[in-house]
């Protein structure tokens, strides 16, 4: 096989699976990891790629720190049937911690107004929302607020979490890359959501596909760690596959 039909076939692979592996299209090719990295290398130089570890995808994987005002203007119709999805989840006499992100402030507007609820969280915007609620008790958690996710973060919303262990945690997240695994853009509010995760019976992400083969500067954990992801039809089978094999349970909305 000529390097030309090698790159012909690694961006077929790429466009049907949205990821590439090293290891696999050695197998697949019969070649060595050190020209499938080199062909990998020619082909993003020639901006038909971006490579990452163990591999390559067709999108950047790189997210930056958005505004949740920027974000809420993305893949509404997604994040709103996720949203719907994820709060269909939430019982009477629940205790539940909501996290940041927009997919999760929306999950707070479809939650049932008549149901008996304990909140923890640590977003503004997800507490002015239930606040409207008569049966809903909702602690906010304190701490630095950032001004581009409306939600806090450090030493003192860790602390307060520790008296607590709540049945669900819903997770909106930044990026969700299968080897390294579940970020968002700030090293703080990564650290917050792990000890989220510590005092919860259940972790719940909410994301929409664009997430998906994206990683952010604060890691949060591994997939394995996690129990389901909400996400919409744009997430490939091949990567549905991957979560599945993890232990994930995925649910897609249409």
Known sequence: MTNIERHQYIMRQLQQKGVVNVLELCRQLDVSSVTIRKDLKLLEERQLLFRTHGGATQVNPYTTDRTVFEKEKIQTAEKLAIAREAASLIIDNDSVIIASGTTV???????????????????????V??????????????????????????????RILADFFCSKLFLGVDGIDLDFGLTTTNAQEAHLNRKMMEVSQK???????????????????????????????GISPHTVKELERAGVKVTVVQ
């Open 105 to 127: 402030q929306a999950m707070a507007k479809e939650i049932q107004p008549n149901l008996n609820l304990t909140v923890v969280t640590s977003a503004l915007n997800v507490a």
């Open 129 to 158: 929302q239930l606040v409207k609620h008569p049966h809903v008790e909702i602690l906010q958690l304190g701490g630095t607020l950032r001004k581009s996710s409306t939600s806090v973060a450090g030493m003192y919303a860790e």
């Open 203 to 233: 972790v719940i992400v909410l994301a929409d596909s664009t997430k998906f083969g994206k990683r952010g500067f604060g890691r949060i954990c591994g997939i394995e760690e996690i129990d389901r992801i909400i996400t919409d039809k």
